[in-house]
Structures are given as structure tokens and as C-alpha cells.
T-cell receptor
Framework: DAGVTQSPTHLIKTRGQQVTLRCSPI?????VSWYQQVLGQGPQFIFQ???????GRGNFPDRFSARQFPNYSSELNVNALLLGDSALYLC???????????FGQGTRLTVV | GQNIDQPTEMTATEGAIVQINCTYQ??????LFWYQQHAGEAPTFLSY????GLEEKGRFSSFLSRSKGYSYLLLKELQMKDSASYLC??????????FGTGTRLKVLA
């Protein structure tokens, strides 16, 4: 059974550009969350979607947006990239909002 | 505010026992999780506590005291492969986890 899959695994973008990151949850999981992890820090919560609705948003600017599709996959969009957006972006899926979360391998975003 | 504190770094010897502490202050509490993260990899689930007490799972045990806002992860019979970061996370409300900065554990031969 496939785990959480994220694409791409690595990405290099220029300041000011836009990026879209993708996540496919474990089959049967309806909750998808996005986290940003800067080197040496713990993951920081960005968004959670459950049943295609946004259920939670972390302390991130409006440049960050996300959506969840009918098949429960999700996309994270970041506009007007800044150098400080360079991080590992993790997607986690769970059966419901509060339960064990399974993380994907992440997308390593580098903004130059 | 919401805060999770854990030591930045710990060192232990192969075969020994190590205890990683975590204290938390959050506006809500639906459970406390411990994750292991090897460098460059995704976090993997280790344990979940929602009631006070000790949960044991093989070489790993986790303890929770909700009244004290305190948890620890106990690793027994340390192996070299246990060298990793250990993340304490609190489920605050229904929709998110708040993570600590992680404790980097080095296991020495």
C-alpha cells in the first residue's frame, strides 16, 4: 500500500516566482496537512484540509494557499517566493483531523 | 501563547537508556505525539499519549502528565540507528499539530 507521496522531491526557484507542490495521501485518508520545516527546526503548521474544506491555517502570509481535490490529493501554492521560503515542505495525511499523521518524504524547495 | 520545549541536543552511548523530556503549554490538548526524524527524511510516528501514564512499545516508551504539561520519550538499549531528531508534537484543537524544535540525539559507540 502506497504511503504519502509528494512531488517534486526537489525544486529550485528564483525570488518572485510561484511554485506548486503536490501531495497524494494514503488511500482512505481524508485529512491532509501541510508543514514547513526550516533546517534545524521542527515542522511549522501551514494548512489542514479535511473533506476538501480548509479546517485550519497557521501563521503564514496570504502568499501561501492550498486546496484539496475530490480524490483527497492536495496542492500547496506559494506566490512571490522569498529567500526565506527555502525549506522542506511536508505533507501529512491522517484518517481524520486528530490522529496519527503519516508524513511524505517532503519537497525540498530552494529559492535563489 | 503556545509553546513546546525540548532539549536541543543529547548524547548517549550504545546500549544505554536515554530520556528525552518535553514540556508544553497549549490552548488546547487532544494528545501528544513523538516522531523520529533522520536527517533529510520525513518524520515517522513513534507514539501517542492522550491519557496520563506510560505507553510502552518495544524499546520505546512515552509518558504523559497532563496536569504538569510534561512528557518524556524513553529509549532503551540504544542502537547506532537511533541517532536522529526526536520531535514532540501536541495536537492542539482538531486540526493541527504544534511541534517542538526537536532533540538531536547522537548515539556513540
Amino acid at each position: 500500500d502506497a504511503g504519502v507521496t509528494q512531488s517534486p522531491t526537489h525544486l529550485i526557484k528564483t525570488r518572485g516566482q510561484q511554485v506548486t507542490l503536490r501531495c497524494s495521501p494514503i488511500s482512505g485518508h481524508k485529512s491532509v496537512s501541510w508543514y514547513q520545516q526550516v533546517l534545524g527546526q521542527g515542522p511549522q503548521f501551514i494548512f489542514q484540509y479535511y473533506e476538501k474544506e480548509e479546517r485550519g491555517r497557521g501563521n503564514f502570509p496570504d502568499r501561501f494557499s492550498a486546496r484539496q481535490f475530490p480524490n483527497y490529493s492536495s496542492e500547496l501554492n506559494v506566490n512571490a517566493l522569498l529567500l526565506g521560503d527555502s525549506a522542506l515542505y511536508l505533507c501529512a495525511s491522517s484518517l481524520r483531523g486528530v490522529s496519527e499523521a503519516f508524513f511524505g518524504q517532503g519537497t525540498r524547495l530552494t529559492v535563489v | 501563547g503556545q509553546n513546546i520545549d525540548q532539549p536541543t541536543e543529547m548524547t548517549a552511548t550504545e546500549g544505554a537508556i536515554v530520556q528525552i523530556n518535553c514540556t508544553y503549554q497549549t490552548s488546547g490538548f487532544n494528545g501528544l505525539f513523538w516522531y523520529q526524524q533522520h536527517a533529510g527524511e520525513a518524520p515517522t510516528f513513534l507514539s501517542y499519549n492522550v491519557l496520563d501514564g506510560l505507553e510502552e512499545k518495544g524499546r520505546f516508551s512515552s509518558f504523559l502528565s497532563r496536569s504538569k504539561g510534561y512528557s518524556y520519550l524513553l529509549l532503551k538499549e540504544l542502537q547506532m540507528k537511533d541517532s536522529a531528531s526526536y520531535l514532540c508534537a501536541v495536537s492542539s484543537g482538531t486540526y493541527k499539530y504544534i511541534f517542538g524544535t526537536g532533540t538531536r540525539l547522537k548515539v556513540l559507540a
